[in-house]
Nanobody, 124 residues
């Protein structure tokens, strides 16, 4: 069974940066995507970024374009979400998830494996 473990969250002031890491264990295929989602209290879980393990294509939500960067290592065992110029509205629990597909889906229901999340708090 595939497993994902998120790390790197914490408390940061507006304008600061955090680097989230998703460690992937278990059997993996190139035929998959890895997405980063976030969920704030009382809100729906939303996709912020995604990367294809096959061709490396990426997706960014409109609200994070130019600020967040997703990347993966050569073995597809670690996926990074570099978050710069953080804003208070970025505050949420961030989750790493795996989808067995070639293209990144927006619906979290399309993703098959989820980690426990890491808390990101952006506050003065």
């Amino acid at each position: 069974q595939l497993r994902t473990v998120e790390s790197g969250g914490g408390l940061v002031q507006p304008g600061g940066s955090l680097r989230l890491s998703c460690a992937i264990s278990g059997f993996t295929l190139d035929y998959s995507t890895v997405g980063w989602f976030r969920q704030a209290p009382g809100k729906e879980r939303e996709r912020v970024s995604c990367i294809s393990s096959g061709d490396g294509s990426t997706f960014y939500a409109d609200g994070v374009k130019g600020r967040f960067t997703i990347s993966r290592d050569n073995y597809n065992r670690t996926v990074i979400l570099q978050m710069n110029n953080l804003k208070p509205e970025d505050t949420a629990v961030y989750y790493c998830a795996i989808q067995r597909s070639r293209q990144c889906a927006s619906d979290p229901e399309e993703y098959d494996y989820w980690g426990q999340g890491t808390q990101v708090t952006v506050s003065s």
